[in-house]
């Protein structure tokens, strides 16, 4: 496929000249940039200046100035030469970006049908797409650097006594690396700064301060934040004590010296001990095989973690990457492996971040400088010339695919660039993905399950059922409140032993709808097939769509009657109501309204961690990972919606959702009071219940995986979309329907495809759009993407003014 093209040429501007014109170069190259324009190709310019594929580039496009990837180099252009325009300036500042990131992102670009430089540019931090940051980010003040003098390595080395570990080890970084700066030799040895002074007198090492931009040129792994990185290593310390609630310092002392005092558990071990052997045959041809840590909450997966990275970073140089699925995880991972890796360079990767220190971080990875980076699913793109190792934890979770833009599956890539570089992938969850498990079953991905808990006086709760019809019947429901007379129960005996109760509804606001009792009126959004939160505190009606915000109507303004009554329960209502069953009780709740606020939502749960709180209100926000040690009672007040969405993976998400909830309970329990979980339901004998009372993962994937089969639905075959968007619907559908007669009647006929026909999406309107969609299937991934290239190509040529886009693998149809 040619992915050139001549770009868009404004003839009244005059090419500008280059900064570094070489007069003694006098020959013209061309040079194939990635720029992020939606347009699928590449951009041809010329220079007479050295350019490496994979540096960065500002260009003239149109009548501005663009930074661009060089990505491949060429002999000639389409473009004629008079109209082929110069390269401004080349960013020798920065390493070039290496063949293996250019790979992935092309992979990816070809995978979900997006441009590469559309793809390329979004995966780098927004600071470095903006030249005017390029100064502030590259020419920092000057460091102090030592140098190996020539031919002095081996004097040096026989020089240095081995009892002397700290400076033995300066010494032979020293001669590997050639040079060090003063921070990293800092690190190496706390009195390298007095040592180095000996070594000049010996005639061994030389000092030099070198400016930034020459330190670059001659060696390009050199750190160029040094300040910076000090403060944030002192912030980050300072997140570390966030945790040190009684239970958690005792981990973290443990932790804290390089030598593992925990007793790996059997099942532990067996893990490690699997992936060590990966990690030790990775140079002999050994097939890619990525592995599933299949361990119940609990279990002690990060111990499994720990362990390999710590193999993993023997290696000089080696880099390891940790995937988490939400920003508020970060905290706690990040404070655990500092602990174990006080000395390692470990950075963040995620959306929150000062733009700042996100370039910063990026960069530091880009170095190889950083050896950990621990981030969320934007981090599986970033730039690692050393990654040795991938973590995907908690791999089934659906926020590793990007809903917007490129709508990438970040464990899918994770997977790809474990494969291409043959290092091991390790996919954690207690409740791994029908998609994993069923590559499990198969045998190509090695699963090592941990079904019990990781620390000997914890055991896994008790799962048990509130059937809310008996309850109803018996009057022991207050049906407003939704909350049941034996939670309630439950929660006051936790309040008398001084233990936490944490009690789920995924459902924010105070009530999802405001209804009339005369005349049937209810709040809709003029804007979304929704209908409008009621959001008591906040005192207005809220769209969660659209984010539109009205007043709450004191008569209905159909019928003018005066009682409006809101129906149903968000998290708000549960807490008022709960404030009145315990008026002692400190409550605290966590959900997207409670934590708008930048950094509130680390505030609520160090005061949970703190033992701070009673009880603990919240949506899935708190399901996730997190170490509650003092929770002893989960209550799930209704879940019920799930069990009969039209989304097949619902009840996938549900059964995961309930886990994860539930592993919130009794994590530092003592044998004698095991953790407790209650459910409220009132299809007390649906099997997911029953799976889950028993925790039984297995046979509940091995059910849903028969029914998928039987149905022929993922991960049995392969799916992509084409979603039209318009102000009418009609128009979106008429797109789609001319979408699909642009296939080829053979495309149509052929048994490995099927295009189904174009339907409104269940929610129709979204802030005053319309959308439809239409479904692409295939059993083979081949054929749907061989479809889809050649598809989208016409599709392009249509030039519809109706919004689409193509979506490989959508979690949600
Ligand atoms: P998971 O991520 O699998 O849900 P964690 O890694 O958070 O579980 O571990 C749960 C708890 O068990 C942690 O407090 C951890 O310190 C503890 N733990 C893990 N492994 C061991 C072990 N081998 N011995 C004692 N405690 C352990
Ligand atoms: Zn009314
Ligand atoms: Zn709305």
């Known amino acids: ?106 992979f990816a670009a070809n995978y979900y049908h997006r441009g590469i430089g559309e793809v390329a540019l979004q995966a780098l931090p927004g600071h470095l797409r903006t030249p005017t940051r390029w100064a502030r980010l590259f020419s920092l003040s000057s460091i102090q650097c030592y140098r190996l003098v020539e031919g002095a390595a ?31 030799a800092r690190t190496l040895c706390s009195k390298a700064s007095e040592v180095i002074k000996q070594w000049v007198a010996g005639g061994w090492v030389t000092i030099e301060t070198v400016t930034l931009n020459s330190a670059e040129s001659t060696f390009n792994v050199l750190n160029s934040s040094t300040n910076n990185d000090y403060a944030k290593h002192i912030a980050q310390i300072k997140v570390a004590n966030i945790y040190k609630d009684a239970s958690l310092t005792a981990d973290v002392k443990s932790t804290s010296s390089s030598s593992d005092e925990k007793t790996l558990t059997v099942c532990q071990a067996h893990a490690v001990s699997t992936i060590a052997k990966a990690i030790d045959t990775r140079l002999e041809n050994s097939p890619f095989t990525p592995f599933i840590l299949h361990g119940v909450t609990g279990s002690g997966k990060t111990e499994v973690y720990l362990r390999t990275v710590a193999k993993v970073l023997q290696e000089h140089k080696a880099q390891v990457l940790i995937l988490v699925p939400e920003i508020n995880l970060t905290p706690q991972l990040e404070c655990v492996f500092r602990a174990r890796f006080p000395r390692e360079v470990l950075v963040i990767l995620h959306s929150a971040l000062a733009e700042g220190d996100r370039a910063q971080n990026w960069l530091s990875a880009h170095r190889g400088k950083a050896r950990i980076v621990l981030g969320t699913r934007l981090s599986v793109l970033a730039s690692m010339p050393y990654l040795r190792l991938i973590i995907v934890d908690e791999e089934h979770d659906p926020s590793y695919k990007q809903q917007e833009g490129l709508r990438y599956s970040a464990r899918d890539l994770a997977i790809w660039r474990g494969s291409h570089l043959k290092v091991p992938v390790i996919l954690g969850s207690a409740t791994p993905s029908l998609d994993s498990w069923k590559h499990a079953k198969k045998g190509r991905y090695i699963c090592m399950t941990m079904p019990e808990r990781g ?60 209804a009339c009792d005369a005349c049937g009126w209810v709040n809709d959004c003029s804007r979304c097939s929704a209908h409008l939160v009621l959001h008591k505190l906040e005192r207005c009606l809220r769209c969660h769509h659209c984010g539109i915000e009205s007043r709450i109507p004191n008569t209905c303004p159909n019928c003018g009657n005066l009682d409006l009554a809101p129906l149903g329960r968000g998290t708000q209502r549960i807490e008022e109501a709960l404030s009145k069953h315990f008026p002692n009780a400190r409550l605290a709740r966590i959900d997207a309204d409670s934590t708008r606020r930048k950094g509130s939502a680390q505030g ?210």
């Open 154 to 184: 081996v004097s040096l080395r026989d020089n240095v006594p081995i009892r002397l570990r700290a400076q033995r080890r300066l010494a032979m970084e020293l001669i590997e690396s050639g040079v060090l700066d003063a921070q990293k």
């Open 455 to 514: 620390s000997p006086d914890a055991v896994l709760p008790t799962v048990s059922l509130i059937d809310l019809e008996i309850e109803k019947k018996r009057q022991r429901i207050v049906v407003q409140e939704g909350l049941s007379q034996q939670l309630l129960d439950a929660v006051r005996d936790r309040l008398k032993c001084g233990e936490q109760s944490l009690l789920y509804l995924n459902r924010r606001g105070y009530a999802p709808v405001l």
């Open 1 to 106: 496929m040619d992915r050139t093209a001549s770009h868009n040429l404004d003839t009244t501007l005059t090419s500008q000249s280059t900064n570094h014109l070489s007069p003694v170069l006098g020959r013209v190259r061309i040079v194939r940039v990635a720029l992020d324009t939606p347009l699928p190709t590449l951009f041809d310019y010329r220079t007479e200046q050295s350019v490496t594929p994979g540096q960065l580039v500002q260009v003239p496009f149109r009548r501005r100035q663009i930074v661009g990837i060089a990505w491949e180099l060429a002999q000639k252009s389409k473009v004629k030469p008079d109209r082929l325009r110069a390269i401004s300036t080349v960013l020798v500042e920065m390493p070039a970006l290496s063949e293996e990131w250019r790979n992935l992102i092309a």
């Open 604 to 813: 609520l749960f160090e005061k949970v961690h703190a033992g701070h709180v009673d009880i603990l209100i919240g949506t899935q926000m708190i399901t996730k990972g997190h170490d509650f040690r003092n929770v002893t009672l989960v209550g799930v007040l209704n879940a019920d919606a799930a069990l009969f969405s039209h989304d097949f993976r619902a009840a996938e998400r549900l059964f995961a959702q309930l886990m994860q909830v539930a592993g919130r309970a009794g994590r530092a329990a003592r044998a004698d009071s095991p953790g407790d979980v209650l459910i409220q339901t009132r299809y007390a004998d649906h099997p997911l219940f029953n799976a889950l009372i028993r925790h039984d993962y297995e046979g509940f994937a091995n059910q849903q995986l028969e029914e998928r089969r039987q149905a022929s639905l993922p991960p049995y075959t392969h799916q992509a979309l084409l979603r039209a968007e318009s102000k009418k619907l009609a128009q979106a559908m008429d797109f789609l329907k001319i979408a699909r007669t642009m296939a080829k009647i053979s495309e149509l006929a052929d048994p490995l495809l099927s295009l189904w026909d174009p339907v409104p999406m269940s929610m129709v309107r979204i802030s005053g759009i319309e959308r439809a969609q239409l479904v692409i299937e295939s059993p083979s991934r081949t054929a749907l993407q061989s479809f889809l290239s050649v598809w989208i190509v016409k599709l392009r040529s249509l030039r519809s003014p109706v919004r689409w886009h193509i979506e490989v693998d959508p979690l949600e149809i």
